[in-house]
């Protein structure tokens, strides 16, 4: 009998899947709708407005040139690290734990480096001559400049953009097959298409898992390397405060860290209003939770290290940014990241913390509050002060840049809610792997 | 001479660092912080010149204005014992310029008269030059510019009106350096001769503060100036290696 | 025209153990169907080998060739001299040259994966539902209606929950 059960079970899965992409509750279009509207009134009305009359509608000015387009993009694009990255790493070491959650880990990967080129878009003077900086032969014999710490930025990218659509893509295959024989309509079709004709036969299932497991092993460098070159953006300056050895591994640290972050967000989300309450549970939190305490550790000591090489250094320039960044202008955000970045994490030591839902949601959304802040500050507070003392100027961020950030908020939201209608947003074949395989005789056997 | 050879030769070329020595010219200018009186001529004189657009006061108020030469000031001290000093700042047109490396399509390079060229034409308005520029002497598009009728008359032919969206920067005129070119070619000479090509804001200083030539001809003006004691480099521990050479203020009650 | 036995099994063990029979029996290798990776195939089938790992050595390879002749070439093209640094300048284009290598090997990856599962199916193929949800089942292709007999004996005696009869089209 207990086979029976479990075979009931492995039905479930399917049923429960299948349900989550074709049933669709009102506040689903609630939601939507609410997303929609905000991204289209915050984020391309604005964006509209600005491509009209120039990058003036945002707050930059001549020192600081770069704003919040350029740390949302940072944001953005760390966000997106610890999707790809995580669900490789744990691929590899064969973390069960990590089936129930990576598909919308890694589909939140893919959702924010959209984001992230997008903010590149509005970020740049003229975004309709964007191509410019593609590599592409063209009648002006022109190409990219690929000594530009920039142009590392966009190969990096496209290829972490290519190489995480594709592994998530590729994990699906088999339950696009799984659900492709439970719909009708045009999404009939389009899982037919997406599935490329899996039957699920051992050499597939061979293959799969080769292919599988070379991606991944391809991935973890790969997404170290991004946002290390994006670090470079700024180390690679001369600018006081930006042009610092530590940032490489600064940035990466804090990308995985608002990423873990971001992903218990979502983990949340899902479990609530997704009805996925059995697979995601208490263990993926608690685990979550040892990870985020661990990268909150990394990051503050890079952190104290930041501050101590720039009062190590002895030049008046760096004692300047350091002063300035710890008692000026920006002084008060700097202690907020300070508090939400590197005392509350503090918390998650307690694993009762870590267990319950709610705190663990706030926690995260605080993180990575804390961690914009880190973005914005990096951007602000060192292009602010820089070495001419006569083009001092400090920053604040338009209208229309703070409705572009809202409005890039809500475009991943909508984006995101459209994913888990179209992609089954957990992996069928590897919820049901770790459910344990139906033995003979009724044996009982849990992996 | 066989494939290998000719690809090592190449190889070589291309792998020299500091390919820049080979340019025709070394344009340099020098500031002589002594004869300065800080009226702003230059920056006047620059504007006329190069189309540059007037923002008006509250674009002024929120940082975006525009001078491709600036007079910076600094004060020390409090009211009665106030001191003033200035130093005009302008592209430093360096030869291991920051801004240049940093340009994703190559918008920005140097030209064969070891200028830092900008193509506005190119640009696509990342505007990470000006960040990595330590002299925050480039100069961003935030708008459209226009001139009110009849202003549009005095913009100069020989000058592109830059669009929203670029950047832009000194040149140090290289509308006149290249016409200067030009004649000496149609009079048969090879270079142009010292004192022949003057930017604007050299041709306009009235105390003569400003000197602009050629530094690889040992006889110039400023080749001469740039061996003064008086003489250093802005930012020099930035090792940007710029063009601009200025000349220290002597005081008489020197602390 | 060729058919095939069917079996569906309710657990990987007894279709494995089927397939071995089959192929014991002088069957043509039996193909298994699940719906999740069935472990020990390569025990009672034989070893499989997959050609992916030389599809990402060669694509990483020639990524990183590409990559360098990319940047160094193009550099060359149209001379830029910036920052005074050399034309083909090394630390930068050993960055694209990495970039190209893992975006090469990610593609000539999924080439590989394509190419050696036969991907995406242009054909009708044999294929159940059922072993998208909970089933195991295992095909077998018999050229004549005496070997499809015995397929279907041997699938029963191993526990079959259900053998059907499938016709293939040449193919």
Known sequence: ?447 | MNFIDRFMASWRKYRKPGYYEEFDYAWTMTVDLDRCTGCGACVTACQAENNIPIVGEKELGRGREMQWIRIERYWEGEYPNAKLSFIPMLCQQCDAAPCETVCPVSATYHNQDGLNAQIYNRCIGTRSCAVYCPYEVRYFNYYDHHWDAPLEQQLNPDVTVREKGVMEKCTFCVQRIRQAKDHAKDDGRRRVKDGEVQPACVQTCPSEALTFGDRKDANSVVAKKMNDPRAYHVLEETNTLPSVVYLKKVRANAD | MTRNALGLFRDPDSALAAAGRLKGAGFERPELMSPIPIHGVEEVLGPKKSVIKRFTLVGGLLGAISGFTLAAWTAVLYVHPTGGRPIITLPPFLIITYEMTILFGILATVLGFLISARFPAIRERIYVPETAVDRFAVVVACSSDDLLQRAESILHEAGAEEVRRIAEGDS
């Open chain 1, 1 to 447: 009998m207990q086979t029976e059960v479990r075979q009931a079970r492995f039905a479930d899965v399917n049923d429960d899947v299948v349900r989550s992409l074709v049933v669709t509750g009102r506040n689903y279009y609630i939601a939507l709708g609410i997303a929609g509207f905000v991204t289209l009134t915050c984020f391309f009305f604005p964006w509209f407005y600005q491509l009209y009359y120039g990058i003036g509608a945002a707050g930059m000015n001549s020192p600081t040139v770069w704003g919040t387009y350029l740390a949302s993009f940072i944001f953005w694009i760390g966000l997106s690290h610890s999707g790809t990255l995580l669900s490789c790493v744990l691929h590899l070491t064969n973390s069960e734990w990590r089936k129930a959650m990576y598909r919308s880990a890694e589909a939140m990967t893919f959702f924010s480096l959209f984001v992230a080129i997008t903010m590149v878009m509005v970020h740049i003077g003229r975004p309709w001559f964007i191509h410019w900086a593609a590599p592409y032969p063209n009648q002006m014999g022109l190409w990219p400049n690929f000594r530009s710490p920039l142009m590392f930025d966009v190969m990096a990218i496209m290829t972490y953009l290519t190489g995480s659509g594709i592994f998530i893509y590729m994990g699906a295959i088999p339950d696009f097959a799984a659900v492709r024989d439970r719909t009708t309509g045009w999404r009939h079709h389009l899982y037919v298409l997406l599935s490329l004709g899996w039957r699920g036969t051992d050499k597939e299932w061979h293959r799969l898992g080769w292919a599988y497991t070379f991606l991944a092993v391809l991935i973890i460098p790969l997404a170290v390397s991004v946002h290390s070159i994006v670090s470079w953006d700024f180390a690679l300056s001369i600018v006081p405060g930006l042009h610092q050895t530590i940032f490489a591994p600064y940035f990466v640290v804090g990308a995985i860290y608002s990423g873990t972050a971001g992903i218990v967000t979502v983990m949340f989300v899902l479990r609530k209003y997704m009805n996925f309450e059995h697979y995601i549970t208490k263990l993926h939190f608690d685990n979550l939770g040892k990870l985020l305490l661990l990268l909150s550790l990394l990051w503050t000591y890079i952190n104290m290290l930041e501050l101590f090489t720039g009062w190590f250094s002895g030049t008046s320039t760096e004692y300047e940014q350091l002063k300035y960044k710890l008692t000026g202008f920006y002084a008060p955000l700097y202690w907020e990241m300070i508090l939400f970045c590197a005392v509350a994490p503090l918390l998650l030591i307690s694993r009762k913390f870590r267990t319950s839902f709610v705190p663990m949601l706030i926690l995260s959304i605080a993180i990575n509050i804390g961690m914009y802040t880190e973005r914005f500050l990096i951007v602000a507070t060192t292009l602010s002060r820089q070495y001419l003392p006569g083009s001092w100027r400090v920053y604040v961020p338009s209208l229309v840049e703070i409705s572009i950030l809202v409005g890039s908020l809500a475009l991943f939201v909508t984006l995101f809610l459209l994913f888990v209608k179209i992609f089954p947003s957990i992996s069928i074949y590897e919820i049901k792997e770790t459910m344990g395989v139906p033995k003979k005789h009724g044996e009982h056997h849990d992996t």
